[in-house]
């Protein structure tokens, strides 16, 4: 099977200039498209979340993949070399119209997959360990790592924060939780929450009033 594989980013784009390249390019060489595949998305996207990734699934050894240029493919280099390789790896040609390249089943192509995939291999373990080394230096700063804290439940989105004025003077005045509570028609472990959260700390003697 013969596919023409077309990808623009936005709805504004058109996808008949690309249509046209590999139409023209096909009759040039001889070549019958048997499916097109297009899709509007970004190619910083993942593949694997595209209808590219459907496609690559489904081919098989002497399949070939058309498209204008290598860029259809992906944005970002990493993620065409792994494309290409996992189209060497299950025989499917990629041919693309600009850029002039055709991997196929030669000797060449097999170098080049293989050069692909240790590149892709050693660009993913790089990543990796940038990535432990930045956490490790943020840690041994003292910093905190992963989400903010309070991140899933800000005191503005809390329900409770517009009631925030009224707490703090309560608590002030001597009021318990449990008449703050009956005021407001709060949950009593509702409120404890928020008083430890935003407004005293977690040893305060009218969280446990």
């Known amino acids: 099977m013969n596919y023409g594989y077309i ?4 709805d504004t784009q058109t996808v008949e200039n690309q249509r046209f390249e590999i139409l023209k390019f096909c009759k040039r060489e001889g070549i019958v498209i048997d499916g097109w595949i297009e899709e509007t998305v970004s190619g910083a996207q993942q593949y694997s979340k595209r209808r590219l990734g459907k496609l690559l699934k489904r081919t098989k050894d002497g399949d070939m993949i058309v498209c204008s240029e290598l860029s259809r493919l992906g944005r970002n280099l990493y993620m065409i070399m792994e494309i290409l390789s996992l189209c060497m790896k299950r025989g499917c040609r990629v ?3 600009k850029d002039g390249y055709r991997l196929g089943d030669d ?3 097999k170098v080049l997959a293989f050069a692909f995939g240790l590149s892709a291999e050693i660009e993913r373990n790089l990543i990796s360990q940038r990535t432990r080394e ?5 840690k041994a700063e ?4 992963g989400r903010p804290y309070g991140a899933y439940t800000s005191q503005v989105l809390n329900p409770l924060y517009r009631h925030d004025k009224y707490i703090r003077r309560a608590l002030d ?8 509570c009956d005021r407001l028609h709060c949950n009593r472990n509702t409120l404890n929450r ?3 959260r935003y407004i005293r700390n977690t040893n305060d003697p009218h969280t446990s009033s």
């Open 7 to 10: 990808r623009v980013s936005t």
């Open 95 to 97: 041919w693309t119209i």
């Open 107 to 109: 000797i060449q192509s």
């Open 134 to 138: 930045a956490l490790a230096r943020v």
């Open 142 to 145: 003292g910093r905190h790592v």
């Open 173 to 180: 005045n001597g009021q318990t939780v449990s008449s703050i």
């Open 194 to 196: 928020y008083i430890k």
